[in-house]
């Protein structure tokens, strides 16, 4: 059977993946002043990053309507898997169940199968990679459905940025009992739970707390060597490979990607901002 899988754009996946004619990536919003820009592969992160450090307000997104989910959904494939934001951050997920109604009210039946990654950026590309490699397997469809939501439930995301101002003032931290006190330059260390954000741990400094962040993913992971380790960036490269080595000195993986982040990522990570997510 043939396959296809939509993703929204807060997925990071490698540039080699949004250039395979499988995936297909449904964009975002990306809203600062009144600069409107869709969060697409015409995406300009250093443009969008001055923008966003000139700005005395706080960048937005908006989720994509259903109707653009219901066009991703007509094509030849037999298959459709879907992988949206976590629906606790976004209503992403909410729009692409909208689009799957409307898809089958006007075209008709299809396999089509709604995601809820419980994550965001790497996250979801850890979750859309595996639905390939299922896919690819031979699988039928239910039976990667059962697999990958399996996957799912088992992946951790865990996250250290410079700021949570953004995530906080979109109520993105609803969360997180208490905000440290930035003036004292604590870090907080967060992971994704259910898909909400909770605070895992903490260090003075980023540095600090990346260097925590690489003891608990450590400390927390099961089979390793089975599994695909994923880093989002923020415009940090050399910063997401001193967190992948300080793992892989901890624990082996099959594989590890280390990518840029797209808009969406951009806009609540912030610049400097690494993801992991296992």
Partial sequence: MSYKIVVDSCCDLPVEYRKNPKFQVVPLILEIDDNIIVDDDTFDQADYLAKVAASENCAKTACPSPELYMDAFDC???????????????GSYNSALLGKDLFHEEKGEKNIHIIDSLSACCGEANIALK??????????????????????????????????????????????????????????VCIGTKGEIMQKSQGIGIRKALVKMTEIVAAEIENPETKRLMITHVNCYERACVVRDLIL????????????????????????GIVVTC
């Fill in 249 to 272: 000195k901890k624990v082996p993986f099959k594989e590890t990607i280390i990518v840029d982040a797209a808009g969406v990522s951009t806009t609540y990570a912030g610049k400097g």
């Fill in 76 to 90: 030849d494939a037999d298959d459709v898997y879907v992988v949206t934001l976590s629906s606790k951050l976004s």
């Fill in 131 to 188: 639905a390939m490699e299922l896919a690819e397997s031979g699988l039928s469809f239910s039976d990667v459905i059962t697999e990958v939501e399996k996957y799912r439930d088992e992946m951790a995301t865990y996250f250290v940025l410079d700021s949570l101002d953004t995530l906080r003032k979109n109520g993105r931290l609803t969360g997180m009992k208490a905000l440290v006190a930035t003036t004292l330059n604590i870090k907080p």
